[in-house]
């Protein structure tokens, strides 16, 4: 079942997170070593919001909704949907972001900066010219 909501294009992100995840177990195993955490995802478009999450605790997936059944996440990143695309893209940084006020965090901080690996896994990788 795809992640992606037509109303939210950065969504699709999510469906990249997953095949990487999916990919391969040795890969999964080390995200959810380093990631220790539910990881929600809060995103705003024109007047509408939803919300996936990337359960790096115990399943290495990636589902819609707050957090996987019966669980909550250790952290909540809420901000638009054209600034998640910057940031999993790689054009923004999420410090600058949350300094500017684009990107809320509800819960742990701390757990937010073993984010940037798990992005990095939605970018589309880089020709070697």
């Keep these: 079942m795809p992640l992606a909501l037509d109303d ?4 699709a992100a999510f469906d990249a997170i997953q095949a990487s995840l999916s990919a391969s177990p040795a890969d999964r195993k080390a995200a959810i070593k380093s990631g220790n955490a ?8 024109a007047g509408k919001e939803e919300s996936w999450y990337i359960d790096l605790k115990e399943t290495g997936t ?17 901000l638009n949907d054209s600034e998640f695309a910057k940031l999993v893209s790689g054009k923004a ?8 006020g684009k990107l809320k965090v509800k819960g742990d901080i701390l757990k937010a900066t073993k984010l940037e690996p798990i992005m990095k896994k939605a970018q589309p990788p880089q020709s070697k010219l």
Excluded: C, D, W, Y
């Design 93 to 100: 940084n999420a410090q600058k972001l949350f300094m500017s």
């Design 38 to 45: 539910i990881f929600g995802f809060t995103l705003k478009n």
């Design 62 to 78: 990636v589902g819609r909704g707050v957090a996987p059944e019966g669980k909550k996440p250790a952290v909540t990143l809420v």
């Design 8 to 11: 939210f294009p950065s969504s």
